[in-house]
């Protein structure tokens, strides 16, 4: 897409305010999007304050969540019950390393990553930053594809409750981490959606000022 | 996209405009040639992407994720068994795994939302947009209230992730019991891969568009 040149100007900068939802562009000042309906801001400094609120809760969740079971097993007169760490522990010294790695970066390596690149963003939005927009939105995108990603493990807990119901042969049933686990997720993706991206590219990446 | 100099935006019309929903890069909407894509060149963003009959490939795949959606909810799908003893389980059994007790209700509803409502909802709106533009009719009312629900529910379609969370799950319990597939297995699976392929590649630009010029 060629549009001005070496030069590309913002519709912000060009008196104009973007639709985020439908790429329309209407005169700035105006409320709501006249195609699709969406609201309109230029530049919403209100959705930091949100993109720290979500997070903060989305971090709250995930401490119960490593610290309570996620699915207490019974085999025959075993019982047994696992966090995430340990379930991936297990799995590891049972040899399905492949398994347990995927777990293990579902469960751990994208929330925590993702809480530290999202928090990352909304202060290098707020304060002049040394790393490029350009890598930097790539953070961004990479956040809001992988985040997602990590309700695999609640999948996986609700399939394996479901199946393994083999009377006193063995049953697995699910354990009270499994909901943090999931409302941290729910908070983490708020937290995405909440933040503008817009704001990184503000002023060859200085970010926007306040007027 | 032709090359256009910053200063000549301001003075076109602003129907003609077009912003990078990612990172608010102004640039002159014009239709790429078909099957080729306008790309934000600062964030990469695709803008437009047109293809031939690209509203008629549009209904009949939302057609079978909703016809694949139903079967995938009626027919068994994962089955296990261990020294006698067997157990099978569908899609609804699988959403609805938390619902015995307190809390954890919720998460069912999350689960059910994720993997079959919003899924099938997206389908069904998808067609009711898109049903009226290929017979080059006016939308029908609150067709593009519609399609941005569609848009802004797209995070919160999760059934690729659930798939994959199935392999995940058959991988633990193959140790375990002997595991049996279902017709519903491999319905939701061919939904799946629909689905994914259709976000990935529906030009949003052009549905928005239509439904500019036609209501
Ligand atoms: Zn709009
Ligand atoms: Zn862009």
Redesign the pocket.
């Known amino acids: 897409m060629e549009g001005a040149g070496r030069d590309i100007v913002s519709a912000r900068s060009e008196g104009l305010v973007a639709c985020r939802r439908c790429t329309r562009v209407w005169p700035m000042g105006q409320r709501s999007c006249a195609r699709c309906g969406a609201p309109l801001a230029s530049r919403d400094w209100g959705s930091l304050q949100r993109v720290w609120a979500w997070l903060t809760v989305g971090i709250i969740c995930y401490i119960p969540a490593n610290l309570f079971p996620m699915l207490r097993t019974q085999v025959l007169f075993d019982e047994s019950e696992d966090t995430i760490i340990q379930g991936a522990v297990e799995l590891a010294t049972h040899g399905n390393l492949a398994i347990a790695a995927i777990i293990l970066i579902a469960s751990v390596a994208i929330p925590v990553g993702k809480f530290i690149a999202i928090g990352y963003l909304a202060i290098s939005v707020a304060r002049p930053e040394r790393l490029r927009p350009k890598q930097r939105h790539k953070l961004y995108h990479i956040v809001e594809f992988i985040g997602r990603w990590s309700m695999i493990d609640v999948f996986v807990v609700a399939i394996l409750s479901a199946l393994v119901q083999l009377n006193f042969a063995a049953s697995i049933r699910p354990g009270p981490a499994a909901i943090t686990f999931a409302l941290s997720v729910i908070f983490t993706m708020f937290a995405a959606i909440s933040f503008d991206p817009r704001m990184i ?1 503000d002023n060859g990446g200085r970010g926007p000022h306040k007027s | 996209m032709s090359m256009t100099e910053a200063t000549d935006l301001a003075d076109l019309p602003l129907d003609e405009l077009i912003a ?6 102004l640039y002159r909407a014009r239709m790429p040639a078909m099957g080729s894509r306008a790309v ?6 695709v ?1 437009i992407a047109p293809k031939t009959n690209a509203y008629l490939h549009l209904i009949v795949l939302s057609l079978t994720v909703v016809v694949l959606m139903v079967g995938a909810v009626t027919f068994p799908f994962l089955g296990v068994n261990v020294a006698g003893f067997s157990n099978k389980a569908s899609v609804v059994d699988t959403a609805l795994t938390f619902m015995d007790g307190g809390w954890m209700v919720a998460l069912s509803m999350f689960v059910v939302a994720f993997i079959i409502l919003i899924p099938l909802f997206r389908a069904l709106l998808v067609l009711y947009v898109v049903a009226p533009l290929t017979l080059g009719r006016r939308p029908f009312l609150g067709a593009r209230r519609a399609f941005g629900w569609s848009e802004d529910l797209r995070p919160w379609s999760m059934a690729e992730i659930f798939i994959i969370g199935c392999a995940v799950a058959l991988v633990k319990v193959a140790d375990l019991a002997k595991v049996e597939f279902g017709p519903a297995f491999f319905m939701f699976a061919a939904l799946v891969v629909i689905t994914v392929l259709q976000d990935i590649n529906m030009d949003r630009w052009s549905i928005w568009k239509a439904l500019e010029e036609t209501s």
Do not use: E, G
């Open positions: 590219w | 990078c929903p990612q990172c608010d890069a934000c060149k600062r964030c990469h963003t803008l």
